[in-house]
């Protein structure tokens, strides 16, 4: 979802260009400008504007790490062949709305209970990722994070082990926003 909506801002992008500098065809470019300033501000907004809670931030690009680009959609990235392949994999952040390669928070617990009823423990790491690497999970699956004695659950169940395909900046399919530790 994410790859293929930045995959179209760009394209889009450059259409818009070409036609800027052309003379001719921007009535039928128009809505390709149009939607290219949708997408654009949206994610140009989000991630310039929003400042990162930990003031610490992911600056190693697409160099391969367990730390690489917290808040980012793992899996959709690593499903094109590049990378491990994860049943499920996230970032747990310090704020609501940190901005994607935001370093989150060390040492969380995210208590995973699969389908069948087993339950996977998980340390988050220095940046605040987490994962179980493999290509499946048994689904629907459950949450619960753990920090400093207090839990926070998500109350639905889940099929997508990609956390961050919801839980992004401002967050989609009706989550709130990033996951973060309990208070
Ligand atoms: C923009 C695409 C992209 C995103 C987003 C991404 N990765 Fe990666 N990841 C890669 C690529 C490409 C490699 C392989 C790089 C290489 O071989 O040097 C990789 C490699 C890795 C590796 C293997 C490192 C090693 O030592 O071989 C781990 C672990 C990893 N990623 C974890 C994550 C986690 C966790 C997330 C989400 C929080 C994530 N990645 C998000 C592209 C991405
Ligand atoms: C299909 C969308 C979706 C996916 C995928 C998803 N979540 Fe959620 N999550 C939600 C929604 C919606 C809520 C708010 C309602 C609720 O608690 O169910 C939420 C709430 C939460 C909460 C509690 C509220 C908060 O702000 O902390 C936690 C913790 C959480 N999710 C963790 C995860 C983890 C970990 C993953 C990946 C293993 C994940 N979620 C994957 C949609 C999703």
Redesign the pocket.
């Given at each position: 979802m994410r790859s293929a909506l930045s995959f179209f801002a760009l394209s889009a992008f450059t259409v818009t260009v070409a036609c800027n500098g052309g003379k001719t065809g921007s009535a039928p470019d128009s809505s390709a400008t149009d939607s290219a300033d949708t997408v654009d501000s949206g994610g140009f907004d989000t991630s310039t504007n929003g400042s990162c809670s930990t003031g610490s931030e992911w600056t190693d690009g697409?160099?391969?790490?367990?730390r690489?680009?917290?808040?980012?959609?793992?899996i959709?990235?690593?499903s094109g062949g590049?990378?491990?392949r994860?049943a499920l994999?996230?970032?747990v952040q310090g704020a609501i709305h940190d901005p994607d390669d935001c370093n989150g928070i060390k040492d969380v617990i995210v208590h995973v209970t699969d389908g069948n009823g087993d339950v996977t423990d998980l340390t988050t790491n220095s940046a605040g990722?987490f994962?179980i690497e493999g290509g499946r999970l048994a689904t629907p699956y459950t949450i619960a994070i753990e920090y400093g004695g207090h839990t926070r659950e998500m109350a639905g169940e889940q099929t997508d082990g990609a956390c961050?395909s919801c839980h992004t900046v401002d967050g989609t399919q009706d989550a709130p926003g990033r996951i973060v530790v309990p208070d």
């Open positions: 697409n160099h391969g790490s367990s690489m680009h917290p808040g980012r959609d793992c959709d990235c690593h590049e990378g491990p994860f994999a996230g970032t990722n994962f961050a």
